[in-house]
């Protein structure tokens, strides 16, 4: 017996008993991004790599852009059966299933800043309440790994909004649901409209402002030429982009590699956030330096983004009302928000 003990002892030191080592994966993973987009890119570009390099090649990610295996708000369907490993896209996209969904995708004219958001995420109670969200919805095949916003969005203007008063009687594209009920208790007519609408829209006057993406995006979609006051920082959205992967498939992995896909998340958002930062700031800075442009960069005071939190909260209260999980979400981020110190 103490022969073939030892033997067995040999066998686990030199690794001959040990697990089969985990075969090299590729997972699917849908974006909410077009491919030609500057997230999408940074993502394949650098992050991608950085995730092979992490597993030692043991995990790979296909990137895939939106629309591109299934509908953008079937991506949770699609990873519970297999057919996606994994998405990285906006919570608000589920909002129809529950308004959980819209409160943990984009607390409108909530936090002030992405890391505040981030910090709900991951000391808030948000990734619990996103996992049980998904649990309920997914029938339990989604594994939630993060969650966290990229930026807080501009404000595309064609008239000056330079106090919240400003707003009242403006025409407003804006997305139906709670975007659209934060910015009505503000004074604002709001007129939903596709996001490929909204140049022709301000050109025409069919509105005066328009949710829609950052500085940077603005810009790139020459929004600035004729929506010359814009809001910067942003007065409201600021969307999370999760990553939610195929539950069996996270089950598979070795804990090491559960971990090395939470922190390379967290680490990518985090590169994501400052490059978009350093974007926004190059661009304002360059158009305030441009006199010649007519451009008028808008930063609201903070009493009037405070005034704002306070118009939102009750929209945010009467739209989780009748919703049990919508409402632990509207809760948890209220109890956060006092910590933090933006609400008393």
Same mark, same amino acid.
């Not at 090299?24 to 390099?53: C, D, N, R």
């Not at 936090?111 to 505040?116: N, S």
């Given at each position: 017996?103490?022969?073939?003990?030892?033997?067995?002892?040999?066998?686990?030191?030199?690794?001959?008993?040990?697990?089969?080592? %985990?075969?090299?994966?590729?997972? *699917?993973?849908?974006?909410? =991004?077009?491919? @030609?987009?500057?997230?999408?890119?940074?993502?394949? *570009?650098?992050?991608?790599?950085?995730?092979?390099? #992490?597993?030692?090649?043991?995990?790979?990610?296909?990137?895939?852009?939106?629309?591109?295996?299934?509908? +953008?708000?079937?991506?949770?369907?699609?990873?519970?059966?297999?057919?996606?490993?994994?998405?990285? /896209?906006?919570?608000?996209?589920?909002?129809?299933?529950?308004?959980?969904?819209?409160?943990?995708?984009?607390?409108?004219?909530? +936090?002030?800043?992405?890391?505040?958001?981030?910090?709900?995420?991951?000391?808030?109670?948000?990734?619990?309440?996103?996992?049980?969200?998904?649990?309920? +919805?997914? @029938?339990?095949?989604? *594994?939630?790994?993060?969650?966290?916003?990229?930026?807080?969005?501009?404000?595309?203007?064609?008239?000056?909004?330079? /106090?919240?008063?400003?707003?009242? @009687?403006?025409? =407003?594209?804006?997305?139906?649901?709670?975007?659209?009920?934060?910015?009505?208790?503000?004074?604002? &007519?709001?007129?939903?409209?596709?996001?490929?609408?909204?140049?022709?829209?301000?050109? !025409?006057?069919?509105?005066?402002?328009?949710?829609?993406?950052?500085?940077? #995006?603005?810009?790139?979609?020459?929004?600035?030429?004729?929506?010359?006051?814009?809001?910067?920082?942003?007065?409201? &959205? #600021?969307?999370?982009?999760?990553?939610?992967?195929? *539950?069996?498939?996270?089950?598979?992995?070795?804990?090491?590699?559960?971990?090395?896909?939470?922190?390379?998340?967290?680490?990518?958002?985090?590169?994501?956030?400052?490059?978009?930062?350093?974007?926004?700031?190059? %661009?304002?800075?360059?158009?305030?330096?441009?006199?010649?442009? $007519?451009?008028?960069?808008?930063?609201?005071?903070?009493?009037?983004?405070?005034? =704002?939190?306070?118009?939102?909260? $009750?929209?945010?209260?009467?739209?989780?009302?009748?919703?049990?999980?919508?409402?632990?979400?509207?809760?948890?981020?209220?109890?956060? #928000? !006092?910590? =933090? @110190?933006?609400?008393?």
């Amino acid at each position: 017996m103490r022969n073939g003990t030892a033997l067995i002892a040999a066998a686990a030191g030199l690794g001959l008993l040990a697990a089969p080592a %985990l075969a090299q994966q590729t997972w *699917k993973v849908q974006t909410s =991004m077009q491919a @030609g987009e500057f997230f999408y890119q940074v993502i394949e *570009k650098h992050w991608l790599p950085v995730l092979a390099e #992490m597993t030692e090649g043991k995990l790979k990610i296909e990137l895939t852009p939106a629309n591109s295996v299934v509908p +953008y708000n079937e991506t949770m369907d699609a990873i519970a059966q297999g057919v996606l490993q994994g998405d990285f /896209t906006a919570t608000v996209y589920f909002a129809g299933r529950n308004k959980a969904f819209a409160i943990l995708g984009d607390l409108v004219a909530g +936090y002030d800043h992405p890391d505040q958001l981030m910090a709900f995420c991951y000391h808030g109670g948000g990734r619990e309440l996103l996992q049980e969200a998904f649990d309920k +919805y997914s @029938g339990g095949g989604v *594994k939630v790994i993060g969650c966290a916003p990229v930026a807080r969005e501009s404000f595309t203007a064609k008239v000056p909004i330079r /106090t919240i008063d400003d707003l009242k @009687g403006k025409k =407003m594209r804006s997305p139906e649901g709670l975007t659209a009920e934060v910015f009505k208790r503000a004074g604002a &007519s709001t007129v939903a409209l596709p996001a490929s609408e909204v140049y022709t829209a301000l050109e !025409k006057g069919v509105v005066d402002i328009a949710d829609f993406s950052t500085y940077t #995006m603005d810009k790139s979609f020459g929004l600035h030429k004729i929506a010359k006051y814009p809001i910067y920082p942003g007065i409201h &959205s #600021m969307p999370v982009l999760q990553f939610t992967v195929n *539950k069996a498939a996270y089950e598979k992995l070795p804990k090491s590699l559960q971990t090395t896909l939470d922190v390379w998340y967290r680490a990518m958002i985090h590169d994501l956030r400052m490059r978009n930062d350093i974007s926004d700031r190059e %661009l304002v800075a360059k158009d305030m330096a441009d006199k010649a442009s $007519g451009m008028e960069i808008v930063n609201w005071s903070q009493k009037d983004r405070d005034a =704002m939190r306070k118009i939102a909260q $009750g929209a945010w209260e009467d739209f989780a009302k009748g919703d049990p999980l919508a409402t632990k979400a509207y809760e948890a981020n209220i109890a956060f #928000m !006092k910590k =933090m @110190g933006l609400l008393d």
